[in-house]
């Protein structure tokens, strides 16, 4: 979830400063696309809308046309769909099944028509044999909000840097432990199912109707929905989400559950847990940052003792940015961060590295929107350089480099990572 920035306007000007940096390959999720999907609900096509009783809301999602990719590109998607149904179809009867591309949209997850909680790019696609048979994909290569590249690449060059071998995990000769909570509509958890071959993402959720939006709207895979038990809703995954998903589906764990309760219960130890869990009233419950809550001492636990890092989404206290995102320099000797802010970093820097000799914290600021996002992790501090601002910053930098070309990111991380900021007292 992300606050608008004050000012912003979804014009040239954005696209301006979104295309600044040039990427290595084009990134679908690139700020200059926000336009496509900014509008109000109105202004889209509702697909769904529900009423919650966890704190939501109205649930609504939205579809938006997505100029790319383009038509010329269609037949290329639609050759590869018709290759994988070839492949997993044992029976081999319809091994010259066709499949035609119906477009692609944003849909954006809303509560209460107002708050944007996520926006996804999907693909729609249907057999030609079966005209019905539409089927929904989600693409979890594009990250259309700037705060989880902020996320991601503040806490992957992180935990890079705790000596964490990221390479092993990318081509999946080690697994990886990651926890998400708050899943909107599940773009975060699937980028990293789809870039970490080795990551097992377990997600909690703690309403249906979010869930449910999420797969049935905005193209999540079914086959990921857990039940209370500890089992798959679905005994085995439908041809269409093997076509899909080629393995990312059976890697990806989504339960229906208050944060509190899961993490007090699962036996799991996380290498990473990334955390967005605001609510339709915009509110970041005060369980989730109480340092004397029971969540906070299970987190501690549960979270690897030589690497681990936890990465968190908070909501700026105000808009007193700069127009790129970063902290004008007066305010950074004066006001490094609000006291909202300042008390969540502290309550889980005290938390998660306690009073050990390694650890650290720091928040960045996002660009575009009024988020910061907030990293503490154990590792990272064994020399005593690590204490210094632009040390701890120039290993960032360099591990962000890794962390680009390991996973073949389509965005810089290095502009999410140097932009404000500030290390956690």
């Known amino acids: 979830m992300w606050r608008k920035r004050a000012g912003f306007g979804a014009g040239w000007n954005v696209r301006k400063l979104s295309t600044a940096i040039r990427r290595r390959i084009e990134d679908e999720g690139d700020w200059s696309y926000a336009s496509e999907w900014w509008g109000t609900e109105s202004d889209g096509r509702t697909v769904l809308r529900s009423t919650s009783d966890k704190g939501n809301g109205v649930v609504s999602v939205a579809a938006f046309p997505a100029s790319n990719p383009s038509k010329l590109h269609w037949a290329a998607t639609e050759r590869w769909l018709e290759q994988r149904y070839a492949e997993i179809d044992e029976s081999h009867e319809r091994h010259n099944e066709k499949f035609r591309v119906l477009g692609y949209e944003w849909r954006a997850l809303r509560f209460n028509d107002d708050t944007r909680q996520s926006t996804v790019k999907i693909l729609a696609a249907f057999r030609q044999s079966e005209p019905n048979s539409f089927a929904f994909m989600q693409q979890p290569h594009c990250l259309a909000v700037p705060y989880l590249k902020s996320m991601l690449s503040a806490g992957l060059a992180t935990i890079a840097s705790c000596d964490y071998n990221l390479k092993t995990v990318a081509t999946g000769n080690e697994s990886m432990r990651i926890l998400c909570i708050g899943h909107g509509g599940g773009s975060l958890p699937l980028f990293l199912a789809s870039k970490i071959q080795g990551a097992m993402v377990d997600i909690v959720e703690i309403d249906p109707v979010v869930i449910s939006a999420s797969v049935q709207a905005m193209g999540f895979p079914a086959f990921s929905v857990m039940t209370p038990s500890g089992k798959r809703a679905f005994t085995k995954p439908g041809i269409m989400d093997e076509v899909l998903w080629k393995g990312i589906h059976e890697r990806l764990f989504l339960y229906e559950s208050d944060a509190e309760d899961f ?27 109480d340092p004397d809550s029971p969540f906070m001492k299970a987190l501690s636990s549960r979270l690897h003792p030589n690497h681990g890092t936890v990465v968190v989404n908070l909501h700026s206290d105000s808009d007193i940015l700069n127009p790129d995102g970063s902290v004008p320099s007066i305010l950074e000797q004066i006001l490094p961060m609000g006291k909202y802010v300042s008390q969540v970093c502290r309550a889980y820097k005290d938390v998660v590295v306690c009073n050990g000799d390694s650890g650290l914290g720091f928040t960045v600021s996002v660009p575009w929107v009024c988020n910061t996002s907030m990293v503490v992790c154990r590792g990272f501090g064994i020399n005593s350089g690590y204490n210094n601002k632009d040390v701890i910053l120039n290993t960032l930098a360099s591990k962000s480099f890794e962390v680009e070309n390991v996973l073949n990111l389509p965005f810089s991380c290095l502009q999410y990572i140097k932009r404000g900021f500030i290390l956690v007292d």
């Open 263 to 289: 993490i007090l219960k699962t036996p799991n130890l996380y290498d990473m847990i990334f955390i967005d869990a605001y609510d339709g009233d915009d509110i970041f419950p005060h369980k989730l940052w």
